[in-house]
């Protein structure tokens, strides 16, 4: 099993929309969560990092955390063509962050 | 500007020949780590130093060797290069154990 699970997509949202965006994780004693935007052939970006349980906002974007279900969420509110890319899920946990394969998303004009 | 700086961006070698990827950061960054990232497989991490002289294996540290000398710059060594290490490398710094990552703008390295 892997220690962090997305789905690969695409997924695809119209111009506008709110894209949400999964992820996780498999170890319980996992202490903070990252989101990371990747464009093609670029490095990873963080984007937003939450470490407590609930909701954190930043702009367009907002992080979700729920340590019961072991899962981190992403949503994008009002999503432009310039948000498509590919969107990874960091945990970091003992010293090591584990990441996911990444989802695709494409926002379509 | 804060960054991490990766040399060179892009490497074509041949079987067996050591190589060796540098990386520096300006930020002060306690730790430093290398990833490879494959198509399907994502970022794996192949070795990571929590301080100056402190390194440890990652998930794929396998043909891989680093050293950190000094705070800023954290090397990857190939000894003897292989075709199975022909992937996208990126060098990542953090202020501490937890926080987010600084990505190098990464290294196409291409072993044939």
């Known amino acids: 099993q892997k220690e962090v699970e997305q789905n690969s997509g695409p997924l695809s949202v119209p111009e506008g929309a709110i894209a949400s965006l999964n992820c996780t994780y498999s170890?319980?004693?996992?202490?903070?969560f990252f989101w990371y935007r990747q464009y093609s052939g670029k490095s990873p970006e963080l984007i937003m990092f939450?470490?407590?349980?609930g909701d954190k906002e930043d702009g367009r974007f907002t992080a979700q955390l729920n340590k019961a279900s072991q899962y981190v969420s992403l949503l994008i509110r009002d999503s432009q063509p310039s948000d498509s890319a590919t969107y990874l899920c960091?945990?970091?946990?003992?010293?090591?962050?584990?990441f996911g394969s990444g989802t695709k998303l494409n926002v379509k004009p | 500007e804060a960054q991490v700086t990766q040399n060179p961006r892009y490497l074509i070698t041949v079987t067996g020949k050591k190589l060796t990827v540098t990386c520096s950061q300006n930020m002060n960054h306690e730790y430093m780590s290398w990833y490879r990232q494959d198509p399907g497989l994502g970022l794996r991490q192949i070795y990571y130093s929590m301080n100056v002289e402190v390194t440890d294996k990652g998930d794929v540290p396998e043909g891989y060797k680093v050293s950190r000398k000094e705070k800023r710059n954290f090397p990857l060594i190939l000894e003897s290069p292989s075709p199975n290490q022909t992937s996208l490398y990126f060098c990542?710094?953090?202020?501490?154990?937890?926080?987010?990552?600084?990505f190098g703008s990464g290294t196409r390295l291409t072993v044939v």
């Open positions: 170890d319980r004693g996992s202490q903070s």
């Open positions: 960091a945990v970091y946990n003992f010293n090591k962050f584990y």
């Open positions: 990542a710094s953090s202020s501490h154990r937890g926080e987010g990552y600084t």
């Open positions: 939450i470490y407590s349980n």
